[in-house]
């Protein structure tokens, strides 16, 4: 079975009604910090299993409907203050096995549901 290993900005452009995106299971090791953008109503995100070393502070930014992110199992090293910022509703994050050295002080300060 082939992995995929990047997803373009254009194929989620029309996906804003979706609510459940399972990107598991794959080589990715970059995310365009745009690339949720169109996903508003986003409620359940799968990314574990991959190989993605870093999130831009800006990745989740118009995610705020996230209850459930998963981030198990890739090379994250860094948890910066503004990457959880706008998601309050956020109920469960697997940050599990990972290679995390440094989480910036306010990291999980709006994870009040968590």
């Not at 990047?6 to 399972?22: I, P, R, W």
């Not at 169109?38 to 118009?62: C, H, M, P, R, V």
Request: proline residues 0%; hydrophobic residues 40%.
């Amino acid at each position: 079975m082939k992995k995929i290993r990047f997803y373009s900005l254009l194929l989620f452009s029309s996906f804003t009604f979706h609510q459940y995106l399972t990107l598991d299971n794959n080589k990715l090791s970059q995310i365009d910090s745009n690339l949720f953008k169109n996903l508003l109503l986003l409620e359940q995100l799968g990314l574990a299993n991959n190989q993605i070393d870093y999130l831009s502070s800006d990745t989740f930014k118009y995610n705020s409907y996230l209850e459930y992110l998963y981030l198990s199992n890739n090379g994250l090293s860094q948890i910066e203050n503004e990457l959880f910022q706008n998601l309050e509703n956020l109920k469960i994050l697997l940050l599990n096995n990972n290679r995390i050295e440094k989480i910036d002080t306010y990291a999980f300060m709006n994870l009040k549901k968590l």
